[in-house]
């Protein structure tokens, strides 16, 4: 699981696979491009490993992001994950890490398809409720692809807006329904990968 903030979503999962609704599921490793991200202290609670991967020293000393992709993806490669979910992770992959990796890589965005695209998704359609251009918004977990959020649907839904709303409540919203999302995109995941199996 690849994690840049507070990893409520790292936390659906770990939660999922200790009551048994995720079965057959193991968090092999955690990384984060952030080193005081609370949820490298969520990992470290539950006995994960965390790797903290930074990419400022690769601008500073000229290696670049492009290095810091490939890098990352040799650290990811040698752990042999069978899948890598991307849980609010702040950093755009390249093409050269998609084509380098050696499993199926999973993006959560808190906007449906091709809506909001890219960073602050939920403040921008709170906005844009409130400017009487949308009357939803919603969340999805999709395959990662070089464009940015653009990568097949594997599921998604609705968030209702409200008059009332703040974007403290709709984000809450959002969160809530992103829990659920989230482990049920790996299971659907972990159903392909049977049938593929058996094939």
């Not at 609010?88 to 992959?93: D, F, N, T």
């Not at 990662?144 to 968030?159: L, M, R, S, W």
Request: glycine residues 6%; proline residues 4%; negative net charge.
């Amino acid at each position: 699981v690849m994690v840049s903030g507070s990893g409520s979503n790292l936390q659906a999962l770990i939660d999922a696979i200790e009551a048994d609704t995720l079965l057959q599921a193991e968090i092999i490793h955690v990384i984060s491009n952030r080193e005081n991200a609370f949820a490298l202290e969520r990992a470290a609670k539950h006995n994960i490993p965390t790797t903290v991967s930074l990419l400022k020293p690769y601008k500073t000393d000229g290696r670049g992001r492009e290095q810091y992709d490939l890098d990352l993806v040799q650290t990811i490669n040698e752990l042999q994950p069978d899948l890598i979910v991307l849980a609010g992770w702040m950093h755009i992959l390249s093409e050269a890490f998609l084509t380098e990796v050696g499993c199926d890589v999973i993006n959560l965005h808190p906007a449906l398809p091709g809506q909001f695209a890219g960073t602050k998704a939920v403040e921008r359609a709170f906005e844009a409720y409130q400017r009487g251009e949308i009357a939803y918004s919603g969340c999805m977990i999709h395959h990662v692809i070089p464009e940015v959020d653009a990568g097949d649907v594997i599921v998604q839904a609705i968030i209702p807006m409200f008059d009332d709303d703040t974007l403290e409540k709709f984000t809450d919203r959002m969160h809530q329904t992103e829990h659920l999302m989230i482990v049920q995109a790996v299971q659907q995941i972990q159903l392909k990968y049977k049938e593929t199996s058996h094939e």
